[in-house]
């Protein structure tokens, strides 16, 4: 069974570099959680923390309520399970799955009846006396994962196993994850750039950006609800429109664009007279022939339209000379939209976020 984990306050130096910077999230046991963000933001210094590679300059790793310093990797009640499987080329699979089992002085006979549980839980059933050079990658990668599952680990750390793979092993691969770990209640800590990796298997996720943890939620609310520009922006795909708020009410703005006044939520409070970016989400965005009582709508010349079978994107300028693109799914409707026809396009109040104004202009 899982062990919950508890970041405390942690932070790590290296020279004048804030690798992680104060991080602080508790992990249940038996949860399913990732940390996902852009190279260079922590995620992998962070695991690293956790499995006991490093120690931190501050703060406390806890995992079931016992503090961590001091502790080495193999004291530890977790196992890390790395990019590349480095598993033993000349070992059959049973070998290299019962290795850590024949360490520990675990009787042959013990072994061999965990290492076939382990396959089957894997399923690789009857694959125990083959080679590692005969399997695929992706089957590397379950015979990693029951390697370290064999030793029992309360925690599973896994430094983006999946990276390697091509995209349809990749999507198969998640799945078979998270299968393994709700069979096996372990607590799996994931850490990833791929958004969909992290939605996909994740009973939480934790955003993260330049070593500091920017949101720690359900997919969905990460996704619906996200409570930064970062968020909002390396999160999916948005739309951005910048101006300055003309007036607030009732957690709402109104603001002012090159393209108009426009409406939103305002869920970090910005007064008026705020420099803002408020972000809209393309398959959000409809043309406003149908939309409803107070939506907002802007008058837009289409750029081009590209047709990608389930739904069709069209890029747009506003009468403001800002970007934008609007996602359609295709019902079947021919969209007869050609580059340098004017369009009204529309969107409700309650599908635009209002940050403030870091990174109008350039990347948030």
């Known amino acids: 069974m899982g062990q919950d984990v508890e970041i405390a306050n942690v932070s790590m130096r290296f020279g004048d570099v804030d690798a992680v910077r104060d991080i602080q999230v508790h992990i249940r046991a038996g949860e ?5 963000g852009p190279s260079g933001c922590g995620k992998t210094t962070l695991l690293r923390l956790i499995s006991g590679f ?5 703060g406390e790793i806890r995992i079931d309520g016992r503090n961590m310093r001091g502790i080495g990797p193999n004291k530890r009640p977790s196992a890390m399970i790395f990019q590349n499987p480095a598993l033993f080329p000349l070992m059959s699979v049973s070998e290299n799955i019962g290795f850590g089992l024949t360490i520990r002085g675990v009787s042959r006979a013990e072994r061999i009846k965990k290492v076939a549980a382990l396959l089957e839980l894997v399923d690789l059933p009857g694959a125990g006396k083959s ?3 005969d399997l695929s990658g992706g089957q590397k990668q379950r015979v990693a994962i029951a390697r370290a599952l064999a030793v029992a680990p309360a925690v599973l750390l896994l430094d983006e196993p999946l990276s390697a793979l091509d995209l349809k092993l990749r999507k198969h691969m998640r799945l078979a994850l998270r299968e393994i770990q709700r069979r096996t209640a372990v607590t799996f800590i994931y850490i990833t750039h791929d958004q969909g990796e992290a939605f ?23 996704y619906n609800a996200p409570r930064s520009a970062f968020v909002a922006s390396f999160v999916g795909e948005a739309n951005r429109l910048c101006g300055t708020v003309a007036r607030v009410e009732n957690g709402t703005a109104l603001i002012d664009t090159p393209s108009g006044r426009i409406m939103g939520q305002n869920p970090t409070g910005l007064g008026r007279g705020a420099e803002s970016a408020l972000f809209v989400r393309p398959e959000t ?10 939506a907002n709508t802007i008058d837009c010349t289409v750029l081009n339209h590209s047709f990608e079978g389930a739904y069709a ?4 300028r506003t009468r403001g000379g800002e970007n934008l693109t609007m996602r359609c799914n295709n019902d079947g409707r021919r969209w007869a939209m050609t580059a340098g026809g004017n369009i009204r396009i529309g969107f409700k109040p309650e599908n635009a976020l209002l940050f403030p104004a870091a990174g109008c202009g350039g990347d948030v």
């Open 54 to 58: 490093m120690e931190p300059t501050a």
């Open 131 to 133: 080679p590692v050079s």
């Open 285 to 294: 965005i409809f043309i406003a022939g149908e939309a409803p009582d107070g």
């Open 313 to 316: 994107s069209i890029r747009l």
């Open 32 to 36: 399913f959680f990732s940390f996902l």
């Open 200 to 222: 996909t298997m994740s009973d939480r996720v934790g955003v993260m950006s330049v070593g500091r943890l920017e949101q720690v939620d359900e997919p969905e609310q990460i």
